[in-house]
């Protein structure tokens, strides 16, 4: 399989009153076709500016100040602002987490859903209404054609966030990036939307980028997992090695704090304390201050990726066990 | 809507009769009497007791004001004291000239304020939205007599582009359209400022919404993100305050037609206030209650057509 996106060494500044802040440092991830990447990682920690970076779309405050997101070999940061326009919603879609305020309220569903499909494929406005229809079936809401005619508050969370997708997938996009598309949702509601993504994914070759700071949403939709924490990688990884091998203490912690009972709503606030303060310089690794397994090299530099087999690590732990097995003759 | 528009119609007889009985009382405990006026300084007691007579001013007041309330209810405006003609003729001769005036302010404040707001937003804190949101301010605080008084010195005694006052040509000939110029701008000045500021903040507001970045993330131009998925949203709001504004604009005509020697309502309830013409000045007042109603009602209607969420059946 081929990666259709690759993030590169990508570092997201914002300017703020106090000064710089440094949201993410270094990431490095990327994405092949077909495949579904979870992002996960505590509030705070990266995960929406990185989506929106992807996008083309950080707050005017953001600026990525290093790095290369290359979308089929071609560096998306390279692109003038109307190439960028012409991939938003056509190569690469967004869902977002906030169903009720997503939508414009002064316009109809239909026009809403008409309109990438008038800019991107050039529909008439009665080829679009028709393949609108359809789309809304496709995503499983119940009376498309009515449903073309009413304004958004006429439509419930959950069929908001179907037509959000309905919409995305209009243009049939090579990614859908969906950040914490249920998160506003009820759990009932939260499991139809994960299938209808998974769904939409096999039926279309999407890849998916899914963000969440939900371990049970990762668990049911995740081929591989990105686990962030204050702005960096610190852990990366197939979902089955992940999750059975946990590598960093953060991971660890994510997921000791996943309730075993199915479908529970799930938290990341188990791990004691919080995220460091970005604004400043950081010495040493960013988790070193809540990580029960702190040495003094943690608190002095920053620890290095170290990889086995596709599964990657910023731990210093895993210097003394490289160290081991380098001791180990093969 | 038409659930609306009876309701409201309902509730304009009852406000409307509300305000006859506060500006029918307050007129008559106001001191000076309008008998003692209409005599004449060469009237004798007995004169004025006769013309208080004849006007019915003898009568407790609560008599006087249920047989205006039975007249109001007949139409009838009732008569000038002091011209013995219809107050209702004398009002809508005057009310073309302040109709004609409030719309061109409101013209004058729409066509200033909405862009100034717009790009204010847009290009927050350049020198463009400094110098607009500056200008704005003082839009707001220059009092009306005073700016009124500068345009005329400047525009119509200093260069004489302009005409001094009145409005008496036709407003669809060259000559109306000079003569409404100053005054208009004299009255919209302020309103235009206020739709400035209204227009800016739920322009900057909308902009920095969910579903603004939705429609980025489709791909739509970021012209039709501006002018199509943000405008209609940000002038709800604006409606508001322009509806809002053209109540004021009624009460600033009255010192904008003073200014402009303009025969308005507005000038005409100056006149009948300093001579106690009671029913030349509450018909004055119950018009330009009614026609405010009448544009608030026309605001809401307004709203229900750019924004579906409101329903008002
Ligand atoms: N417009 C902004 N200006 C300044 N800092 C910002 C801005 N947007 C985000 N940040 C910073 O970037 C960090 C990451 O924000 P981001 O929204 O990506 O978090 P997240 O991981 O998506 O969290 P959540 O789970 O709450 O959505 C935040 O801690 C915040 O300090
Ligand atoms: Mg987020």
């Known amino acids: ?330 | 809507m038409s659930a609306l528009i009876i309701r409201r119609f309902i509730q304009m007889i009852f406000l409307l009769i509300g305000i006859s009985f506060i500006v029918f009382i307050s007129m008559h405990l106001a001191p000076g009497d309008p008998a003692s006026i209409i005599g004449g300084p060469t009237a004798t007691k007995a004169d004025i007791l006769g013309i208080r007579q004849r006007l019915g001013l003898d009568q407790p007041i609560l008599v006087q004001y249920w047989n205006y309330l039975v007249g109001l209810l007949h139409g009838d405006f009732g008569v000038s004291f002091q011209t013995q003609r219809s107050v209702a003729a004398e009002l809508f001769t005057r009310l073309p000239n302040t109709i004609n005036l409030a719309i061109a302010s409101v013209i004058v404040s729409v066509i200033i304020g909405i862009p100034a707001g717009i790009i204010s937003a847009l290009k927050q804190n350049s020198w463009l939205d400094v110098f607009s949101t500056t200008l704005s301010l003082g839009g707001i605080s220059i009092p009306n007599f005073w700016l009124g008084a500068m345009l005329i010195l400047v525009f119509a005694v200093h260069f004489q582009w302009l005409p001094v006052g009145g409005l008496d040509a036709p407003f669809w000939t060259l000559q109306g359209f000079k003569e409404m110029i100053l005054p208009a701008i004299t009255l919209g000045t302020g309103s235009a400022a206020m739709i400035a500021r209204m227009g800016r903040s739920s322009m900057l507001e909308i902009i920095h919404s969910d579903f603004v970045r939705t429609a980025r993330a489709k791909g739509v131009k970021e012209r039709v993100v501006i002018w199509v998925h943000c405008l209609r949203n940000a002038m709800i709001p604006v409606i508001t305050v322009i509806g809002l504004n053209f109540g004021f604009l009624l009460g600033g005509t009255i010192i904008t037609e003073q200014v402009f020697a303009i025969n308005g309502i507005g000038r005409l309830m100056i006149e009948s206030i300093g001579s106690r013409d009671f029913p030349m000045v509450q018909g004055a007042v119950l018009l330009v209650a009614a026609i405010f109603v009448f544009v608030n009602l026309v605001v809401d209607i307004v709203y229900a057509l750019i924004d579906p969420r409101i329903n008002y059946d």
């Open chain 1, 1 to 330: 399989m081929t990666d259709i996106l690759q993030i590169e060494n990508l570092n997201i500044h914002f300017r703020t009153a106090e000064g710089s802040l440094s949201a993410v440092h270094d990431l490095s991830f990327s994405v092949k076709k077909g495949e579904t990447v979870c992002v996960v990682g505590e509030s705070g920690c990266g995960k929406s500016i990185s989506a929106l970076s992807i996008m083309g779309l950080l707050p005017e405050n953001g600026h990525i100040a290093q790095g290369k997101i290359l979308f089929e070999g071609t560096d998306l940061l390279s692109l003038k602002p109307d190439q960028m326009r012409k991939m938003r919603g056509n190569k690469i879609s967004m869902v977002f987490q906030e169903p009720m305020t997503a939508l414009n309220p002064v316009f109809t569903i239909g026009y809403q859903l008409r309109e990438p499909l008038r800019i991107h494929q050039g529909f008439s406005k009665k080829q679009a209404h028709v393949k609108g229809i359809e789309l809304l079936k496709q995503v499983g809401l119940s009376l498309p054609e009515q449903r073309m005619k009413q304004y958004p508050h006429e439509l419930s969370g959950g069929m908001r966030q179907r037509v959000m997708i309905a919409m995305a997938l209009a243009c049939h996009p090579q990614i859908l990036i969906a950040d914490e598309p249920t998160t506003a949702l009820d759990v009932t509601i939260q499991a139809q939307i994960l299938d209808l993504i998974n769904d939409m994914k096999e039926q279309l070759g999407t890849s998916v980028v899914m963000i969440t700071h939900d371990m049970g949403v990762v668990a049911e939709t995740a081929d591989r997992v990105v686990v962030m924490y204050a702005g960096e990688i610190v852990e990366e990884g197939d979902v089955e090695t992940v999750f059975n091998d946990p590598q960093h203490p953060y991971t660890k912690g994510l997921l000791a704090s996943v309730p075993k009972v199915e479908g529970e709503l799930t938290q990341l606030q188990a791990i004691p304390g919080s995220l460091p303060n970005l604004g400043e310089a950081i010495v040493g690794c960013r988790f070193q201050s809540r990580c029960p397994f702190a040495m003094d090299i943690c608190r002095s530099q920053a620890p290095p990726i170290y990889e086995e087999n596709g599964h990657q690590t910023r731990c210093w732990m895993k210097e003394g066990e490289s160290i081991a097995d380098n001791i180990v003759p093969s």
